[in-house]
């Protein structure tokens, strides 16, 4: 007696069009008779748009699965989801890959997918464009001590200039993972700010020189750069890696304009 074993790939209705090369090579990798169905569901709703990849087998499924790890590892089956709970989505079962280009499109207006894709909605009519905030480009690392008279002015000067922070003040909450949420920060960043003054390498501050270390071993794998704000630091305090930058005097909130203009200068590239 044959079994059934249904896998549901949960994936982007608003970028379904990444998801054709791994519904392609599920339907040229596998027969007919090993995989005996492969299908789009969709749900039009615009309040809880859904797409999901469904591949139903009825043989042993450790072949999938050892395929998936070599070729997709990212994808992970959502669980607990049954036949039973698709019968009222839209549910296209799948001939061939050539079928993936016909249904699968950025633009929408048919079947199975009414709605157009995000970025191609997006470039048609930019008047809907998400105003939510913008991805973080500038990692704030500053004292504690420093944050009235120079943090938050500074802060308030960017944000005032369209330039995107993070800041701890604002990204990270009660309950929160302090260590992880900074690591989030720093990896979402392209510019590493610090705020270099006598309070940054005070011992009891702890987390400026870690976050400082933290970034400096992400800029070697990556593109990130470091502007470095005098604020008041003695030299003798200063790292030895720190003093090959060049850096931006703070005077006294003087240095705010130069401090934007470096920014943009770096995330415009």
Same mark, same amino acid.
């Given at each position: $007696?044959?079994?059934?074993?249904?896998y549901m790939?949960?994936?982007?209705?608003?970028?379904?069009t990444?998801?054709k090369?791994?519904?392609?090579?599920?339907l040229? /990798?596998?027969?007919?008779?090993?995989a @005996?169905? &492969?299908g789009? &569901?969709?749900n039009?709703n615009?309040?809880?748009?859904s797409?999901?990849?469904?591949v139903?087998l009825?043989?042993?499924?450790v072949y999938?699965?050892e395929?998936l790890?070599?070729?997709?590892?990212?994808?992970i089956?959502?669980?607990n989801m049954f @036949?039973k709970?698709?019968y009222?989505?839209?549910v296209?079962?799948?001939i061939?890959a050539?079928?993936v280009?016909?249904l699968v499109?950025?633009?929408?207006?048919?079947?199975?997918?009414?709605?157009?894709?995000?970025?191609y909605?997006?470039?048609k /009519?930019?008047?809907?464009?998400?105003?939510m905030?913008?991805?973080?480009k500038v990692?704030?690392s /500053?004292s504690?001590?420093d944050?009235n008279?120079?943090v938050?002015?500074?802060?308030?000067?960017?944000?005032?200039n369209?330039i995107a922070?993070?800041?701890?003040?604002?990204e990270?909450d009660?309950g929160?993972?302090?260590?992880?949420?900074?690591?989030e920060?720093i990896?979402?960043?392209d510019v590493?700010?610090?705020?270099? @003054?006598d309070?940054?390498?005070d011992?009891q501050?702890?987390?400026?020189?870690a976050?400082?270390s933290?970034?400096?071993?992400?800029l070697m794998?990556?593109n990130?750069k &470091?502007?470095?704000?005098d604020?008041?630091?003695?030299?003798d305090?200063?790292?030895?890696? $720190?003093k090959?930058?060049?850096y931006i005097?703070?005077n006294?909130?003087?240095?705010l304009?130069?401090?934007a203009?470096?920014?943009?200068?770096i995330? @415009?590239k």
């Open positions: $007696m044959a079994t059934d074993f249904l790939f949960e994936c982007d209705y608003g970028a379904r990444r998801e090369q791994f519904i392609k090579d599920i040229n /990798h596998f027969d007919k008779d090993y @005996t169905m &492969v789009l &569901v969709v039009n615009p309040y809880c748009f797409f999901y990849v469904v139903n009825q043989k042993d499924p999938f699965e395929w790890r070599n070729n997709y590892p990212s994808k089956k959502r669980h @036949t709970d698709i009222t989505y839209n296209t079962t799948l061939d050539d079928m280009d016909v499109t950025e633009e929408g207006n048919g079947f199975p997918f009414i709605y157009p894709e995000r970025e909605f997006e470039e /009519h930019p008047q809907y464009r998400d105003i905030k913008r991805d973080s990692f704030i /500053h504690s001590k944050k008279s120079i938050n002015p500074l802060n308030a000067y960017l944000q005032g369209d922070t993070w800041l701890d003040s604002y990270i009660y929160d993972n302090i260590f992880l949420k900074v690591n920060g990896q979402q960043a590493g700010l610090f705020i270099l @003054t309070n940054f390498f011992s501050s702890g987390w400026p020189l976050e400082f933290t970034f400096f071993m992400s794998k990556s990130k &470091v502007l470095m704000l604020a008041g630091v003695s030299p305090k200063m790292l030895e890696m $720190m090959a930058y060049k005097s703070w006294n909130g003087a240095g304009p130069e401090v203009n470096a920014i943009n200068r995330i @415009t």
